[in-house]
C-alpha cells in the first residue's frame, strides 16, 4: 500500500492511501456486499459502511498510478469545492475515471465486478485514519502486491474501446511499437480525466 498526502487541502481530505489486489477471489460477494451496506440503517448500517468505505476500482482500466491520482485528485477537489456529482468522494472517483458522464455506466465499468480479479483500492481520509492497509485486506480476498506491478495488469484494449481511441490518429504511427502506443493512450486517457470537470 501507499499512501499521499496533500497538505493544503482540507484534513478530512487530505491523505490518500492505494493498495492493488490481484487474485482477487470474492469479487462477487464484494459487489454484493457494498450494495447491501447502501441499504442497511442504523447501527449496522453505519458500521458496514464503514468497512467498505474505500473506492474499489477494476485496475484493468488504469493506465498507470498518475492516471489513477489524477482521477483521485479530481474526485477530492469535488468534494472539497461541494460539486460531487455522485454520493461519495470515492464512487466520484469511478465517475471521473468514465468518459461518459453516466454515474451507472462509471460504476458498472470501473467499480468491482463479479469477474474482476485485480483490484485497486483507495481510501480518502484524514491522516489520523490508522490500520488502513488491514481494514483493506480484511474486505479484499486477494493478494497485497506493489503499484509497480499496474501495467502487468492493464487491459489496454478496454481502454481504448471505452475511450473511443482505435481510430486515433496520434496512435497510427505507433501501432508497430506496443510500448510507445501505451505511453500515447496513457497520456491521452490521463488528459480526459485531468479535463473532465472543466467539460462536464
Request: proline share 3%.
Amino acid at each position: 500500500m501507499q499512501s499521499f498526502r496533500y497538505h493544503h487541502l482540507p484534513s478530512e481530505l487530505s491523505t490518500v492511501h492505494v493498495a492493488l489486489f490481484t487474485n482477487v477471489a470474492n469479487s462477487a460477494a464484494l459487489r454484493s456486499r457494498i450494495v447491501r451496506a447502501s441499504q442497511l440503517e442504523g447501527p449496522d448500517g453505519d458500521a458496514e459502511r464503514e468497512a467498505v468505505n474505500f473506492a474499489f476500482i477494476d485496475a484493468c482500466l488504469i493506465c498507470s498510478l498518475l492516471h489513477l491520482q489524477t482521477a483521485v485528485y479530481q474526485a477530492i477537489l469535488a468534494q472539497a469545492q461541494g460539486s460531487l456529482r455522485t454520493k461519495t468522494v470515492h464512487s466520484e472517483i469511478l465517475w471521473t475515471l468514465n468518459p461518459t458522464n453516466n454515474i451507472t455506466e462509471a460504476i458498472r465499468r470501473y467499480g468491482v465486478g463479479d469477474a474482476t480479479t485485480s483490484l485497486i483500492v483507495v481510501r480518502i481520509a484524514s491522516p489520523d485514519l490508522d490500520n488502513v492497509e488491514q481494514r483493506m485486506s480484511s474486505v479484499v480476498d486477494g493478494t497485497l502486491v506493489s503499484l509497480d506491478d499496474l501495467s502487468k495488469v492493464t487491459d489496454w484494449a478496454s481502454v481504448k474501446k471505452y475511450y473511443k481511441l482505435n481510430g486515433e490518429p496520434a496512435l497510427k504511427d505507433a501501432a508497430k511499437d506496443p510500448e510507445r502506443e501505451r505511453v500515447i493512450v496513457d497520456e491521452i486517457v490521463t488528459s480526459s480525466v485531468a479535463m473532465k470537470s472543466v467539460m462536464a
